[in-house]
């Protein structure tokens, strides 16, 4: 069994070291997220209390709430709080805090910081300034490792970083290269040149990215190894001059060069080989005496050649595949080490079984070249976490992937005793990791994990683009069992939201209050349209006396069947197409109906009227659009400019990644108000564009107020955005609410998609001959029901206090 239970001879030891003379009964972790929780929940193990720092945007962070003390530190924008030195010493002095564990990324490679932390007296839980600042110079490192007898890959790692220089040496070593940032790391500042005539352009790119992620643009050129694989070995040095392996882990499958798949052990690589490679990671780690956790990176063409890439000089996102092969605990081996202890088990203690996956779930698109995305957590769900399965993550439902950190959501860990083994859990596990709310890669990780060559081990660094079309396959129309199903979970909903007011409405006139939970004027036949993506299908749904649902779509009808019910914090639908069952995990959310398969997940959308739809899209014109918040790094045109299709426009910093505007069409800039380092409307209290929701919603009050009551406009604000509370709570004289909420009562038309207030006077047919007031589709009934029970409960809180 994996991490830490079948190792027999992993040495649990009381938490109280006596080599070295320190105790550590206090960290602070200068980091956020998933990795600041990793480190807690080992630190609690240990019975060592646990010291958080958090910037305003992670007050209501998870690392927050898992920590015994907590220290804001500065405003959301890295550089003024998890970058601030300063700051996170002054909370360590305060705090009393022993040590620092620095994570990975933000601090945890920058020699400043750890030289710090040796001039303040604070343990720094990771290796030497002097090790960090060798391996963290990729030109410095590339010669240490050479004439400690690690193989390294041709290349330019002189202190000449003039133009002309560097591109003598690219044409020197033969296109393609590899143009790196010389303190870069997690693909940031990396760029790959074709020719020579595109290299002085992928030059800049680079700089510019390695500047704002390293403050430093210095880079090396090295020659670009077509297909290689990605392979590294974990290594671990003490301070008593002892160093380790931990076996090789395979990261080769990467999209813009950041892993987002990981194994151990290698696939295909046998026991000779990973000697080989471990023997050369332990000399890398000895030759800058290092201390602590550490990944030697090498690449590895199709003969098992391998050469020396880089050092982490940090522990590594991918470390718990590791730890799961070889039954350890790494950081609790760094917290021992730093206290002085020698490396728990030696080399030959060590030892591996069975096969690890880690899949990183990412907030992104990647059907839209992997772009960040940024949003709150509005439903999740994942697969429950046992001996062989470790959700390593920072954020629970509710929570908002910021758009100023990383947007990685969690790290999904499995264990089998063999590949294929793991490899069916990770794909079962991933049907099981259900998320809501943003855009994520989980579809397309069972894609990739599902590849035939995957499956066979066959991967390299340029397996996404070389395998693109059936990874990126054409999406079909859903099938229309289907959205038969997704109708039924809409009609379900409904009748269960109508069946709670019917309950709790104190009003004996209301039609809801009837035993039957039928409408008046009710007809047996209705129409649903749904949104299967930009393509809307009609529904003909005809009532049957004993409970089931007669479903139309096209020339097919389908006879279908159902019950909502809940297991757990989960909502699931159970029903029967032309009698075949099918169990389904159900989300509503946003206008979208969410079904989760064991096989798949299915997206329904419920079409939004026109007069919303044209109030929702205001101020949004088409043309080139930034596609996300972020920061104005460079603009490369002015008034008067021509431009053609393509043609970059502007440079922008989001997420610490550099994304080019490019102009969606020829034509006359007419004229710019960017200026650089002009910062996109957030703000870390509320949800992204909340402002603009505000103006949408001002601008429908504003169209349709003249021909609507006042409640009528409340319930088309909540239809348009779920924030029109806090949207009423900003514009009190705007919309008035009474104490008793929004009552409503229901008169339906022949279609069922009608509706009258008790305030108004007129019959279905006047309102059908109306023109004054548009028409709400039966689709509007979910989001006013809810409304009305939501109001409902904040009057009466408000009443009791």
Request: glycine residues 8%.
């Amino acid at each position: 069994m994996p991490f830490m239970q079948w190792n027999q001879v992993q040495r649990f030891v009381k938490w109280a070291s006596t080599i070295g003379g320190h105790n550590i009964r206090k960290i602070l972790i200068a980091n956020r997220g998933e990795i600041a929780c990793r480190v807690m929940r080992t630190a609690k193990k240990m019975g060592v209390k646990s010291v958080a720092v958090y910037s305003e945007a992670d007050r209501n962070s998870m690392h927050v709430a898992m920590a015994d003390e907590a220290y804001c530190i500065g405003p959301a924008p890295s550089q003024q709080s998890y970058l601030a030195m300063q700051k996170i010493m002054q909370v360590a002095k305060v705090s009393a805090a022993q040590a620092i564990h620095p994570g990975y990324g933000f601090l945890s490679e920058n020699t400043e910081f750890a030289e710090l932390c040796k001039q303040e007296g604070i343990i720094f839980i990771g290796p030497p300034s002097s090790a960090i600042r060798d391996m963290g110079i990729k030109s410095t490192s590339k010669a240490i490792m050479s004439a400690a007898g690690v193989p390294v890959v041709e290349g330019y790692h002189g202190e000449d970083q003039s133009d002309e220089c560097l591109k003598e040496h690219a044409k020197r070593i033969g296109y393609p290269v590899m143009i790196k940032a010389v303190r870069g790391g997690g693909g940031k500042g990396m760029r790959i040149a074709h020719s020579e005539k595109e290299f002085l352009d992928q030059l800049e790119s680079a700089r510019r990215e390695a500047k704002k992620a390293f403050n430093d643009d210095a880079m090396l050129i090295e020659k670009f190894v077509d297909n290689p694989r990605h392979v590294e070995v974990q290594v671990f040095g003490d301070q008593h001059g002892n160093a380790v392996y931990l076996f090789e882990r395979d990261c080769s499958v990467q999209r813009r060069h950041q892993k987002i798949i990981e194994e151990a052990p290698g696939p295909g690589i046998n026991p000779e080989v990973r000697k080989r490679l471990g023997e050369a990671a332990v000399k890398a780690a000895k030759a800058v005496n290092y201390v602590g956790a550490g990944t030697v990176e090498f690449i590895m063409d199709s003969q098992h050649n391998f050469y020396f890439m880089e050092m982490n000089t940090r522990l590594q996102v991918e470390h718990p595949v590791t730890e799961m092969i070889t039954g350890t605990d790494l950081v609790e081996w760094q917290l021992r080490v730093a206290a002085g202890e020698k490396i728990p088990l030696m080399q030959e203690e060590i030892l591996l079984r069975g096969h690890a996956f880690e899949a990183r779930i990412y907030a992104e698109d990647p059907n839209n070249n992997f772009m960040p995305g940024a949003g709150p957590l509005l439903h999740l769900s994942t697969p429950p976490p046992d001996s062989f399965t470790r959700i390593e993550t920072g954020v629970r439902q509710g929570d908002e992937v910021s758009v100023h950190y990383d947007p990685m959501i969690a790290k999904l860990v499995v264990w089998a005793e063999d590949r294929q083994a793991a490899l069916r859990k990770l794909r079962y596990s991933l049907r099981q990791y259900n998320i809501v709310g943003l855009s994520t890669n989980i579809d397309f990780l069972l894609s990739l994990s599902g590849h035939p060559q995957f499956e066979a081990g066959i991967v390299h660094t340029n397996f996404i683009p070389q395998h693109h079309d059936e990874l990126f396959p054409t999406k079909k129309a859903t099938p229309p069992e289907v959205l038969c199903q997704a109708a039924l979970g809409l009609i379900l909903k409904e009748k269960m939201l109508t069946n709670a007011f019917r309950d709790q409405s104190n009003d004996k006139f209301s039609p809801f209050a009837s035993s039957t939970g039928r409408r008046i004027n009710m007809c047996y036949t209705r129409r649903l349209s749904l949104l299967d993506g930009e393509s809307i299908v009609d529904v003909a749904v005809s009532y049957n006396q004993e409970g089931s649902y007669n479903m139309q779509i096209q020339d097919k009808t389908y006879l279908i069947s159902g019950e909502i019910f809940n297991e757990g914090d989960s909502v699931y639908l159970r029903s029967s197409v032309n009698g075949t069952v099918c169990k389904s995990k159900l989300v509503i959310l946003d206008n979208t109906i969410y079904l989760f398969f064991p096989e798949g997940s299915a997206q329904i959308g419920l079409p939004v009227p026109k007069y919303l739809s044209a109030v929702s899209s205001v101020g949004m014109q088409s043309g080139a659009v930034a596609p996300m918040t972020g920061t104005v790094e460079k603009v490369f045109v002015k008034a008067g400019d021509k431009v053609q299709i393509g043609d970059p426009l502007m440079v922008m910093i989001a997420m610490k990644m550099e994304h080019t505007i490019r102009a969606p069409k020829a034509g006359v800039i007419r004229k710019t108000t960017i200026c650089r380092s002009h910062l996109g409307g957030s703000n870390p209290d509320t949800h992204n564009g909340f402002h603009c929701r505000i103006r949408a919603l001002a601008e429908l009050l504003r169209k349709i107020a003249g021909g609507l009551s006042q409640r009528v406009v409340v319930m088309a604000m909540s239809y348009l955005d779920e924030m029109a509370f806090q949207v009423w709570l900003c514009l009190p004289a705007m919309v008035h609410m009474d104490q008793a909420g929004v009552q409503c009562s229901w008169l339906y038309t022949g279609r069922f998609q009608k509706h009258a207030l008790q305030e108004d006077s007129r019959t279905p047919a006047q309102l059908d001959a109306s023109q004054d007031r548009p028409d709400f589709p039966l689709q509007i009934l979910l989001e006013l029901l809810t409304l009305h029970l939501s109001l409902t409960l904040i009057f009466s809180e408000v009443r009791k206090k």
